[in-house]
């Protein structure tokens, strides 16, 4: 799992040039000045003016396989952003089918959602992870099904609550932990409905020094409840955590929508089946290895989107019968991005297998890949402490060096007139229109290991949702907020 998250950069955007033929203009990108990788605009990287196939090249049989690939891979150019049928999201790492969405990883059919990673199917969620079928969500982790949930963490089917932990279709509720299908309680004590409207009055979410007060109480009040060995629903033989409609899943988390027959998957469902070692595999998916893919069958050691019998490829789109390729559209028979006939695949194929077990790569560190093992992790355009990898799996600058891989050093800019934390209203009601022109420093000020860059802005729509949901103004950057929530 820490070879495939080395990948996947869901925090970090940069400005680089565009190099597409005649665009010189700066982009937002996923990907760093100083990576050798080629990086287009994504509008132009989907249009019919260039084409992967330009890049094509014989399988040279003196040369290990991975080193091949490598070479195609930096020359192959990627879209700045991964976004597929969506509209002003620009500023998103990742999205499929989403709308007006702003530093948004993951996304998908989502809309007017605001620094959150994976929110699916959602809308109005700010500051969430993986929630899906939510809407207006703030500061929520794993939750489902959900309507104007505020600090929520695994609830499903809760309405009009805040602060709530392990509670299940609840509404009108504060405060409260492992609840089920209750209604008007403050900190798992039942109200009737006026005693609850008029407890609820005494409580000004609003003001950030009330809302550390109850936070530090809700967090006492989950430690001293006891835990269920998994967060499970509708499951049959399954073990890990957050698993829904499942059947015969092992070592699984985050399963929504129905999996089955399924091992080692990070991110999955929505009708996955009889696939291994997983990140971000869903939705009619199946057959699949050490991959991510939606709608696919049999794609092993990479990624790709409708797509069949892919082996070691990335950025596949409607594609099929690909080995050894980067970026291609609606093809299908190609090793390397070079065009065969179905003849001559079917028998080329077999003969690199062979190859690659014969004549492995070694790495840097020393690490010997043949047919069968993932990527090496060095061919991965960002520096480990900029990947999901260094999220779940943190590591030192001097382990990751002594891996063989990259570190980006955080450049932190001084600003002279930005605003200390302290400095800012303690209530969203005080907050004045010119605060969207301010640079606030992190709470953290750059201090921690969650590559803070030491200070922020608040953008008007987000202004906007604070006011009308009467919530104080952040204290801690996005990226800060993601790694305290997650």
């Excluded at 698993?243 to 015969?248: H, L, V």
């Excluded at 082996?311 to 028979?333: A, H, M, W």
Aim: with cysteine; glycine share 6%.
């Amino acid at each position: 799992m820490m070879r495939q998250t080395i990948w996947v950069n869901d925090l970090a955007l940069f400005r680089r040039k565009c190099e597409a033929p005649g665009h010189a203009e700066e982009l937002i990108s996923r990907y760093p000045p100083e990576s050798r990788t080629k990086v287009y605009d994504h509008e132009y990287w989907w249009s019919d003016k260039w084409s992967p196939l330009d890049y094509g090249r014989e399988y040279d049989f003196s040369k290990p396989f991975f080193g091949q690939y490598h070479e195609l891979l930096l020359a192959v150019p990627r879209p700045n952003v991964n976004l597929t049928n969506s509209v002003n999201c620009d500023y998103c790492l990742s999205a499929t089918n989403a709308k007006n969405c702003y530093l948004v990883s993951g996304g998908y059919f989502s809309q007017d959602c605001m620094y959150s990673d994976t929110p699916a199917l959602s809308k109005d969620g700010v500051d969430v992870s993986i929630c899906i079928f939510c809407e207006t969500l703030y500061e929520s982790f794993s939750c489902i099904r959900s309507f104007n949930l505020f600090y929520g963490v695994h609830c499903i089917e809760c309405i009009d609550s805040r602060l709530m932990y392990d509670c299940r279709n609840c509404s009108k509720c504060f405060g409260c932990v492992g609840l089920r299908n209750k209604k008007y309680h403050i900190f798992n004590k039942p109200y009737s409905k006026t005693e609850y409207e008029k407890e609820m009055a005494k409580i000004d979410l609003g003001s950030h020094k009330v809302r550390e007060e109850v936070l530090k109480k809700h967090r006492e009040l989950v430690l001293r409840f006891p835990r269920k060995y998994m967060t499970e629903k509708n499951t049959v033989n399954c073990t890990g955590d957050n698993i829904e409609n499942a059947k015969n899943c092992q070592f699984c988390f985050e399963i929504r929508g129905g999996a089955e027959n399924c091992k080692y998957v990070l991110l999955g469902g929505l009708r996955l089946k009889d696939s291994y070692d997983i990140f971000a595999g869903a939705e009619r998916s199946e057959l699949m290895y050490e991959s991510e893919g939606i709608g696919c069958h049999n794609v092993l050691f990479g990624g790709a989107r409708e797509s069949f019998n892919i082996q070691y490829s990335g950025r596949i789109f409607s594609s099929s019968n690909l080995f050894g390729c980067v970026g291609l559209r609606n093809k299908e028979y190609c090793i390397l991005n070079k065009q065969y006939t179905k003849e001559e695949y079917e028998k080329l194929v077999p003969k690199i297998i062979e190859h690659m077990k014969a004549m492995p790569y070694v790495s840097k560190s020393g690490a010997v890949y043949r047919y069968g093992e993932f990527f090496p992790p060095e061919f991965g355009a960002n520096a480990y402490n900029d990947s999901l990898a260094h999220e779940y799996f943190p590591l030192t600058k001097e382990e990751v060096l002594a891996k063989g891989l990259r570190w980006r050093d955080i450049e932190r800019k001084e600003y002279g007139d930005a605003l200390e934390p302290e400095r800012l209203p303690d209530h969203i009601r005080d907050a004045r229109d010119d605060i969207v022109e301010k640079v606030i420093v992190c709470g953290h000020g750059g201090r921690c290991a969650h590559n803070c860059k030491g200070a922020f802005k608040i953008i008007q729509r987000e202004l906007d949702f604070y006011r009308k949901s009467n919530l104080p103004l952040p204290r801690l950057c996005p990226d800060c907020r993601h790694h305290e929530r997650v």
